[in-house]
């Protein structure tokens, strides 16, 4: 019985695929598989110089596979195998494994393009710039839909969420205190040092409790507190929200007729404009007690000297300025930590993501907001 086409060799048998030339025929048979890539490489590599004004006759090929079909069209070009496919007396299988091939190695190889440098460098600051717009601009946006909801639910306790704030209230108040406290004390004590080591050669070592009260209540005291919670209560937030929406529990507060914003956002907002300001004092009063501990064992001021140069030298509207600055920088620190949070793709590595993006967000309008309300401070003379 007569070989079908492609099946010129009894079932089970593999022979080596080859190619020859006869008169303007270029004639193709055997196997041409992988498992003779290498044979067929270098043969296809020697023949190729010739091959390109021949016809190809597919009439004995046996086994094809994409690796077969690659070097055919390395060997006589996608067009010229294409064409003669047309007239070829193959199976489909084998005509339509050969034309998928033969296309797929036909596309244009992309040219790369030479860019100057200094363009390429105005572009990636362009996309850049853009790039933080558009984080302003959904900032912005949100900051205004947690105002429009706080608004709305204020003159109507029964929308009230007492539970989670009290919660948020003890996880980013209560339990931040001990770190807070122990930070401002450790940096008062280290400012004290300083301020006693620079004054020493003027004879001014007494204006070191100066140095510190005064940094303390305008300045370290609630710029130290709030970047503690951008880095342990955005975070938090953050994830919270993030792991909320990658299991889909956002999807469902939403069917049952709920409004998100209200119902995870609100309350954290709140407790942390709540816990903040208190800490803030915290940070203030352990600030001055460690430069109070410096002074005292350093320079031999006592505590009751301490606090009589503190009641005479420091107004009271430095306290107020470091404190009021404290309600702002924790309401921005937690719209932010929730955005991100919102942010969150379904995917665990988005979590993380968007938790080191909060935090450095967070951080950075923190030292910003306080770049700009000491210069607007120092210009209204308060």
């Known amino acids: 019985m007569a070989n079908e086409p492609g099946l010129s060799q009894p079932l089970g048998a593999h022979t080596p695929g080859n190619a020859e030339f006869g008169g303007h025929t270029l004639k193709f048979s055997g196997d041409w598989t992988l498992s003779h890539y290498s044979v067929l490489n270098r043969q296809t590599t020697a023949l190729k110089p010739r091959a390109a004004a021949c016809n190809p006759d597919f009439s004995g090929l046996g086994r094809l596979d994409t690796a077969g079909a690659s070097l055919m069209v390395k060997l006589l070009g996608s067009e010229a195998l294409i064409s003669a496919l047309g007239q070829a007396d193959l199976p489909d299988e084998q005509r339509a494994l050969i034309h998928a091939v033969a296309e797929a190695m036909n596309q244009p190889s992309a040219d790369v393009a030479t860019v100057n440098p200094a363009v390429a460098f105005l572009a990636e600051i362009g996309k850049k710039v853009t790039t933080l717009w558009q984080l302003v601009w959904l900032l912005a946006g949100f900051i205004g839909q947690t105002l429009g909801t706080l608004f709305y639910i204020l003159p109507r306790p029964t929308r009230w969420r007492i539970t989670p704030f009290v919660a948020a209230?003890?996880?980013?108040?209560?339990?931040?205190?001990?770190?807070?406290?122990?930070?401002?004390?450790?940096?008062?004590?280290?400012?004290?040092?300083?301020?006693?080591?620079?004054?020493?050669?003027?004879?001014?070592?007494?204006?070191?409790?100066?140095?510190?009260?005064?940094?303390?209540?305008?300045?370290?005291?609630?710029?130290?507190?709030?970047?503690?919670?951008?880095?342990?209560?955005?975070?938090?937030?953050?994830?919270?929200?993030?792991?909320?929406?990658?299991?889909?529990?956002?999807?469902?507060?939403?069917?049952?007729?709920?409004?998100?914003?209200?119902?995870?956002?609100?309350?954290?907002?709140?407790?942390?404009?709540?816990?903040?300001?208190?800490?803030?004092f915290i940070g203030m009063i352990s600030g001055m007690v460690?430069?109070?501990?410096?002074?005292?064992?350093?320079?031999?001021?006592?505590?009751?000297?301490?606090?009589?140069?503190?009641?005479?030298?420091?107004?009271?509207?430095?306290?107020?300025?470091?404190?009021?600055?404290?309600?702002?920088?924790?309401?921005?620190?937690?719209?932010?930590?929730?955005?991100?949070?919102?942010?969150?793709?379904?995917?665990?590595?988005?979590?993380?993501?968007?938790?080191?993006?909060?935090?450095?967000?967070?951080?950075?309008?923190?030292?910003?907001?306080?770049?700009?309300?000491?210069?607007?401070?120092?210009?209204?003379?308060?």
């Open 169 to 280: 209230l003890h996880d980013t108040g209560l339990n931040a205190l001990p770190i807070v406290a122990l930070l401002t004390f450790l940096v008062g004590a280290v400012v004290a040092f300083l301020g006693a080591t620079v004054l020493e050669d003027f004879g001014a070592t007494i204006y070191t409790v100066d140095l510190v009260a005064f940094s303390f209540l305008r300045e370290f005291g609630v710029l130290l507190a709030a970047i503690l919670l951008a880095g342990r209560t955005a975070s938090a937030f953050t994830a919270q929200i993030g792991a909320m929406k990658v299991n889909e529990e956002l999807d469902a507060i939403r069917t049952l007729g709920l409004n998100p914003v209200e119902l995870l956002v609100v309350p954290r907002v709140l407790a942390m404009m709540f816990s903040l300001p208190i800490l803030t």
């Open 290 to 382: 460690g430069g109070a501990v410096v002074c005292a064992v350093a320079l031999d001021i006592p505590p009751s000297q301490f606090i009589a140069i503190v009641e005479r030298d420091i107004a009271l509207k430095h306290f107020l300025v470091g404190l009021g600055k404290a309600p702002v920088f924790a309401f921005l620190i937690a719209v932010i930590g929730c955005l991100e949070g919102f942010k969150v793709a379904g995917s665990a590595q988005s979590v993380g993501e968007h938790t080191t993006s909060s935090v450095v967000q967070s951080i950075f309008m923190v030292i910003l907001l306080d770049s700009v309300a000491a210069l607007f401070f120092m210009e209204m003379g308060w």
